[in-house]
């Protein structure tokens, strides 16, 4: 019991420190606030399955600032051209889940 109470907290801490909506008190209704947390959670594993280099691990990025090493991540307004690359990376993703979709559609038949 204690172990699965371990690894719960820690989950969320991962969580709490990639998302910070979960640190402050969100301006949402509590119907929507208790939704939260599944969709970060399902966010979090998207992104580590699909594009674990995207994101640092948010343990990594705390250790490293805690040296004095300063991530990109969220670090100010993005540029013109972070957007642009944001757009294409977006662009990229999105084409490659149509494909597996279509691909997956012929397998069933």
């Known amino acids: 019991h204690a172990e699965a109470r371990n690894v719960v907290e820690r989950i969320i801490g991962v969580l709490k420190r990639r998302f910070h909506i ?29 594009d674990p280099v995207d994101i640092d691990d948010p343990e990594v990025v705390q250790e ?21 690359w944001m757009s294409a990376k977006r662009e990229e993703i999105a084409a490659r889940m149509w494909a597996s979709y279509i691909a997956e559609r012929a397998r069933r038949g």
């Open 64 to 84: 490293a600032q805690d040296v004095g090493m300063v991530g990109s991540i969220a670090d100010g307004v993005p540029t013109n051209a972070e957007r642009a």
């Open 22 to 50: 979960l640190m402050v008190p969100p301006e949402y209704s509590m119907h929507i606030q208790a939704r939260l947390p599944p969709a970060l959670a399902c966010i979090h594993n998207f992104i580590h399955t699909w």
